[in-house]
């Protein structure tokens, strides 16, 4: 038998949510077949599957060990240097500049030395974040950006504050904005560029259409507001909010009307970019804003602005131009 009691980070959760969490080698089906036969009991009685979990309940656990791995013993992190930057940090939260060339998650190759993994690696370090003392949480990512892609990534250290993020991003009370340079001089000084995008799982690019393609329910709407911060003869310096987020948007949504981004091999041709030194695509999640939101742990940050110290961004000539 297992008992666990329910810490902070694991209160407000559902019973069957936190199994799943907690325990990623037992089935589902198993699970509720141990909460309907009371194999799982929350406080010493017979438990129910949606049942939300309080601070300082106990949950019993009257199953076979090769469903109680909570995987902890993986632990990668504590073997590497964190190497990511730092625009904020609080007790919630910490705004994170990645640098090109490092994954936010492990991808399908089960690359280990991620964002995420530094990130906890930071924490453990420096005693925010101690695993044994947790059942069901760890550091998360709010949002991820591309290998290749530089700059802003929320990270939460704790349940409430990654519960709250969440829902900011869903009602989009947080504003994202980017730096990245283009080719060619656009059209316009300001546009609203809207669009349908579909993701090709197989070669993991994406397409864009103007209009959303008939039949195709995979087609999700994208909105990219951009405005030009200066043209130099040659390549557009672009200020772009995301209004959605979708993968490869920003690429693949300027590529779609001519104007590729710099270095972007993916999307574009990126021989001549690569001779004069764009080893990647020139794209920087520079600015994070807070909107004002309903009251939460988060509300301190209504109102405030992060932003990048441009002089980090090799593609931006004039590092006064935005202030």
């Known amino acids: 038998m297992v008992i666990l009691t329910i810490g902070k980070n694991d209160a407000g959760q559902r019973l069957d949510k936190f199994i799943t969490k907690t325990y990623k080698s037992m089935p589902p089906s198993m699970m509720y077949k141990f909460i309907r036969t009371k194999k799982i009991k929350v406080n010493r009685h017979r438990a ?6 309080n601070v300082g309940d106990t949950i019993e656990l009257f199953c076979k060990d090769e469903f109680l791995d909570t995987g902890k013993k993986d632990s990668f992190y504590k ?35 991620t964002l995420i993994e530094q990130v906890k690696a930071y924490l453990w370090k420096n005693g925010s974040y101690k695993p044994e003392d947790e059942n069901s949480f760890a550091p998360a990512l709010c949002n991820r950006i591309d290998r290749n892609t530089s700059g802003i990534v929320e990270e939460e250290k704790n349940a409430e504050a990654l519960r709250v993020m ?16 283009v080719h ?9 560029l809207k669009g349908y995008l579909i993701k090709d799982h197989k070669t993991n690019m994406v397409k864009v259409y103007k209009f959303k393609p008939g039949g195709r329910d995979d ?28 993968t490869h948007q920003i690429r693949a949504h300027m590529a779609s009307i001519g104007h590729p981004l ?54 931006v000539i004039d590092k006064t131009i935005l202030g």
């Open 79 to 113: 073997n590497i240097n964190p190497c990511f930057g730092i625009v904020y940090e609080d007790e919630n939260i910490i705004i994170c500049d990645k640098p090109a060339g490092l994954l936010c998650h492990s991808d399908t190759d089960g690359e280990q030395n």
């Open 184 to 192: 060619g001089k656009m059209e316009k000084k300001t546009d609203t």
């Open 48 to 53: 129910e599957i949606s049942q939300i979990l």
């Open 166 to 181: 969440n829902e900011k991003i869903k009602n989009r009370t947080v504003s994202k904005y980017y730096l990245c340079l």
């Open 262 to 315: 710099v270095g972007d091999g993916k999307y574009a041709e990126n021989k001549q970019d690569r001779q004069k030194g764009y080893n990647h695509q020139a794209l920087y999640s520079y600015k994070l804003v807070f909107e004002k939101d309903t009251k939460s742990i988060l509300s301190y940050l209504d109102g405030r602005t992060f932003r990048v110290d441009l002089g980090k961004i090799d593609f």
């Open 219 to 246: 087609a999700l709407e994208i909105v990219t507001k951009y405005e030009v911060v200066y043209f130099d003869g040659t390549n557009s310096l672009l200020e772009v909010e995301l209004v959605t987020g979708r």
